[in-house]
């Protein structure tokens, strides 16, 4: 099955205790991307990868970061967490083959900072 | 400034009957849009999606309505059904471009009640 897998679901953390989510999708895309949903405020993209080892940031990076060791993984790192880093977190991936690409999005981590 | 705007946070619909969801933009470079529908506890779902060289596109209950001069477009729903009811989200992004970076409005809960 086709899916674009995220973990922890859920996460309660401290402030400055670093964190890691994961992302994986098994269907060889390229694209992949992080958003954050906050209420009122739709979902907001942190940051994109075009490829292995090709990242860039979206329009709000701050406090985060990524990589792209491998097309399948884009793990998602916070080194020094903050209560406004509170938010529902969702992963995506596209075959970036072309621009009329739908993005699958993963389940979402719940995550909140104390 | 918000690029993608859905200036109705809620709607109410009865089964059976017409729900109709609208999205403005702003910026005149995104030329392809799409609906995504998202469920409590779930990640955003791909619903349809619409080229700026269109001005309609249907698949099954659903359609979606392009006007580039009036830069809106709206998501129909007929017969609008109970399992309808979700948060629907308009994005946009400029394909021609190529970087995928979708652009979210705040989303819209549509309610369809039996």
């Known amino acids: 099955e086709a899916q674009v897998t995220q973990n922890p679901r859920y996460l309660i953390t401290v402030t400055g205790k670093k964190l890691t989510v994961t992302c994986s999708q098994n269907?060889?895309?390229?694209?992949m991307s992080w958003y954050r949903q906050d209420p009122g405020l739709g979902l907001r993209q942190i940051y994109y990868?075009?490829?292995?080892?090709?990242?860039d940031k979206g329009d709000v990076p701050e406090g985060y970061k990524v990589s792209r060791k491998e097309k399948r993984n884009f793990p998602l790192i916070l080194e020094s967490p903050s209560p406004n880093q509170t938010s529902l977190y969702f992963c995506?991936?596209?075959?970036?083959?072309?621009?009329?690409?739908?993005?699958?999005f993963g389940p979402g981590t719940r995550l909140t900072v104390l | 400034d918000q690029q993608v705007k859905q200036n109705s946070p809620s709607l109410s619909v009865q089964e059976g009957r017409i729900s109709i969801l609208n999205c403005d933009y702003t910026?005149?470079?995104?030329?392809?849009f799409l609906w995504y529908k998202k469920y409590p506890a779930e990640g955003p779902t791909f619903l349809i999606s619409i080229s700026s060289i269109k001005d309609k596109n249907e698949d099954g209950r659903f359609t979606v309505f392009l006007n580039k001069s009036a830069k809106h477009l709206s998501l129909h729903i007929v017969p609008s059904q109970p399992g309808d009811s979700a948060v629907y989200f308009c994005a946009a992004y400029e394909a021609g471009a190529g970087s995928y970076q979708l652009t979210f409005g705040k989303g819209t809960k549509l309610s369809v009640i039996p």
């Open positions: 910026n005149s470079m995104f030329d392809y």
């Open positions: 995506a991936s596209t075959t970036g083959t072309g621009g009329t690409d739908t993005q699958y």
């Open positions: 990868s075009m490829n292995v080892e090709v990242t």
């Open positions: 269907m060889n895309h390229e694209y």
